[in-house]
């Protein structure tokens, strides 16, 4: 319920988001008009084709991404057929027949009728329900995220639905400030019909903002510092993170943190669900609940190019080797955030690299993050001998009680000669623990569905080339330097020497990246403040900032050994073909 609320407040504040600008020439274009029949339908069917678009959109093929460009396409010529019947009333009886007519018919039909028809404003609304793109805050990124990881289900059209009637009511009192505003100065000077034309100008305006893709460039990037701080307050405030860090998905209802979740007694939290559905398993054979009964069991969800997940896997695996032959079994869920990571080649790299010899089920499919009903990355269940769940832990921290938490239900199953104590670990590279109290800038995505604070000048164009500069950088923006296309999760380098620059303040800074075609070698430099790195230099760089991308992975790039400060990093590609999917900071 609280994720409603959210979803209802995250619309409401579309209101004051540059994005809406393009759309509220359409609405007010009907200001003069009872708002029962005529702003209401409108406001409905822009609610309505918004949340499906965006329901399909968030867990369908590139069909869907086709489909809808055909439909605003088609929406931005009725519109404008609607705008011109505006701005110029007689052209519509002598001119244009018979497409200019089709828009007078929806501009005036119902003009003479107290009971105009619904369908008119109706289908207006569904037209700019295909036009309408909100800039992507958190509360909409945490919808969207989750339904791309869930998949299709009625409470992502529920939640998108929620979110647009939040945009509506704010919509709805712009209409109705708008229609006293008309009356009066129909009424006081007599110039309604100049209105209406003022009016069919601003339409035909808003369509070429949204033919040109400046409502999800500029207008996106001007948004930044506004709402998305309420919003993330507001995140912060109804739907908190728990543990140290960990990276939220879906959109389910908050878990307590691990602090709260068990107390001295570790109470059930229900039984542990099947492990079906998993697309592969590496190092075992396949794991069915049955086999585990009368094993103590953790299960740990995470991802290969999650640094949230990296950091706490030498505690998973010291556990696992610790306590294996105690009655243990360690099981880990790999589920993929990224396209690349649904490779099993690439997580059978991943799991030699990072020296995982316990079972792990390829999760490509969700099936089993669905089962946990799990929100999280990385996110540890812990699992007595009769099957229940009786522990969780959200993030990374919480080491030492997890683990006094596996002692005891090893005790409770009755084994003997428990190692006492808490494993000692010593994790170097990306493992190594973050420096969280230095870390003051956000992981940051690079592809335009969950991407913020761009600074290059025009702001995104998507899926497209296009050659960027750099923006005057403040802290936690970043830009794009060369031909690059920016896709919904990821940034494609088109020519050689294209950078990419932040401006961060961390201790450690990562870049998930990979080659466009396997085998494929991307040398890059890397800079700091216009100097190569020296000591500062990440595990995968030398002291001249000198690297390649060689596969598809999460790069150490800084590791700064001095006091940390605000530093302007760059990255610059010597290769074309790199993509560039998301920073993280340590």
Same mark, same amino acid.
């Given at each position: ?23 509220i ?9 009872p708002f ?7 406001l409905v ?11 399909? *959109?968030?867990?369908?093929?590139g ?7 055909? @439909?605003?396409?088609a ?13 110029f009333?007689?052209?519509?009886d002598?001119?244009?027949?018979p497409?200019?007519?089709? /828009?007078?018919?929806l501009?005036?039909?119902?003009? /003479?009728? %107290?009971?105009g028809?619904?369908l +008119?404003?109706?289908?207006? /609304?569904?037209a ?7 800039c992507a805050?958190?509360?909409l @990124?945490?919808?969207?995220?989750g $339904? ?6 009625a409470?992502?059209t ?9 945009a ?11 229609g006293? +505003?008309?009356?009066?100065?129909k ?7 100049? =209105?209406?034309? @003022?009016?069919?100008?601003a ?5 070429? *903002?949204?033919?040109?893709?400046l409502?999800t460039?500029?207008l996106t990037?001007?948004?930044?510092? !506004?709402?998305n701080?309420?919003?993330q307050?507001?995140l912060?405030?109804l739907?908190p993170?728990? &543990?140290?860090?960990?990276? *939220?998905?879906? @959109?389910g ?14 109470p ?15 190092n075992?054979a396949p ?9 103590v ?10 640094i949230?997940c990296?950091?706490?896997?030498p505690y998973?695996? *010291?556990?696992a ?8 079994? +360690?099981?880990g ?6 396209a690349?990571?649904?490779d ?5 790299? %991943? =799991? ?5 010899d ?6 490509n499919?969700?099936? =089993? ?5 799990n ?5 540890h269940y ?9 522990h969780?832990h959200?993030?990374e921290?919480?080491? $030492?009680?997890?683990?006094?938490v ?5 005790t409770?199953a009755?084994?003997r000669?428990?190692p ?6 010593n ?8 420096a ?11 592809g335009y569905?969950?991407?913020n604070?761009f600074?290059?000048? !025009?702001?995104? +164009? ?8 750099a923006?005057?950088l403040?802290?936690?923006?970043w830009?794009l330097?060369g031909?690059?296309?920016? !896709?919904?999760?990821? $940034? ?5 020497? !294209?950078?990419?620059?932040y ?6 800074l ?8 396997e085998g494929?070698?991307i ?5 700091i403040d #216009?100097k190569?790195? #020296?000591?500062?230099?990440g ?7 000198? /690297?390649?991308?060689t &596969?598809?992975?999460?790069y150490?790039l800084?590791r700064d050994?001095?006091?940390?400060a605000?530093?302007?990093?760059? =990255?610059q590609f ?13």
């Amino acid at each position: 319920m609280l994720l409603f609320l959210l979803a209802y407040l995250g619309g409401v504040l579309t209101i004051i988001s540059p994005c809406i600008l393009p759309v509220i020439p359409f609405v007010l274009a009907r200001a003069d008009r009872p708002f029962l029949r005529n702003g209401l339908p409108m406001l409905v069917g822009m609610a309505l084709a918004f949340a499906v678009v965006a329901s399909l *959109a968030s867990v369908a093929g590139g069909w869907v991404v086709s489909a809808n460009q055909y @439909g605003r396409a088609a929406a931005l010529v009725l519109l404008a057929l609607f705008g011109l019947t505006l701005l110029f009333p007689a052209l519509a009886d002598r001119a244009m027949a018979p497409l200019v007519r089709v /828009g007078a018919r929806l501009s005036h039909l119902g003009e /003479g009728k %107290a009971d105009g028809s619904l369908l +008119v404003p109706l289908v207006l /609304g569904v037209a700019t329900g295909f036009l309408w793109a909100p800039c992507a805050g958190p509360v909409l @990124g945490l919808i969207l995220t989750g $339904a791309a990881l869930k998949g299709a289900n009625a409470t992502t059209t529920l939640l998108l639905l929620t979110y647009a009637a939040g945009a509506a009511t704010s919509l709805a009192l712009a209409l109705a400030v708008g229609g006293r +505003v008309f009356a009066a100065m129909k009424r006081s000077i007599g110039i309604g019909e100049w =209105i209406r034309r @003022g009016l069919g100008a601003a339409v035909l305006v808003a369509i070429v *903002a949204i033919a040109l893709g400046l409502d999800t460039g500029v207008l996106t990037n001007l948004s930044l510092s !506004g709402t998305n701080a309420i919003e993330q307050s507001l995140l912060d405030r109804l739907h908190p993170r728990q &543990g140290q860090n960990p990276v *939220a998905i879906s @959109g389910g209802p908050a878990k307590p943190a691990a602090s709260e979740a068990a107390d001295a007694d570790l109470p059930s939290e229900g039984p542990m669900p099947p492990l079906d559905g998993a697309t592969a398993w590496l190092n075992s054979a396949p794991i069915t609940t049955e086999s585990l009964k009368g094993k103590v069991v953790l299960v740990d969800f995470w991802t290969y190019s999650c640094i949230n997940c990296l950091r706490s896997i030498p505690y998973v695996r *010291a556990w696992a080797q610790k306590y294996r032959d105690h009655g243990l079994v +360690v099981i880990g869920v790999h589920a993929p955030e990224f396209a690349f990571e649904r490779d099993v080649d690439n997580v059978r790299k %991943a =799991i030699s690299t990072f020296k995982i010899d316990y079972p792990v089920a390829v999760d490509n499919d969700t099936k =089993i993050w669905q089962a946990f009903e799990n929100e999280y990355w990385p996110a540890h269940y812990f699992i007595d001998a009769n099957g229940d769940i009786r522990h969780h832990h959200f993030g990374e921290g919480g080491y $030492a009680e997890s683990e006094r938490v596996i002692q005891e239900l090893l005790t409770e199953a009755g084994q003997r000669d428990i190692p006492g104590g808490t494993v000692d670990v010593n994790a170097s590279g990306a493992e190594a623990a973050s420096a969280a109290a230095d870390v003051k800038s956000p992981e940051t995505y690079l592809g335009y569905d969950r991407s913020n604070r761009f600074d290059s000048p !025009g702001g995104v +164009v998507q899926d497209a080339a296009h050659t960027y500069e750099a923006g005057a950088l403040q802290l936690n923006a970043w830009s794009l330097v060369g031909n690059w296309t920016i !896709g919904p999760e990821r $940034a494609t380098l088109n020519e050689p020497d !294209g950078k990419i620059v932040y401006r961060f303040h961390a201790r450690d800074l990562h870049l998930v990246l990979g080659p466009t075609e396997e085998g494929k070698t991307i040398r890059f430099r890397v800079t700091i403040d #216009g100097k190569p790195p #020296g000591s500062a230099h990440g595990m995968d760089t030398d002291a001249n900032g000198e /690297g390649a991308v060689t &596969g598809q992975r999460l790069y150490q790039l800084v590791r700064d050994t001095g006091s940390v400060a605000d530093h302007n990093f760059e =990255i610059q590609f010597l290769d074309p073909g790199v993509q560039a999917y998301a920073f993280t900071f340590g």
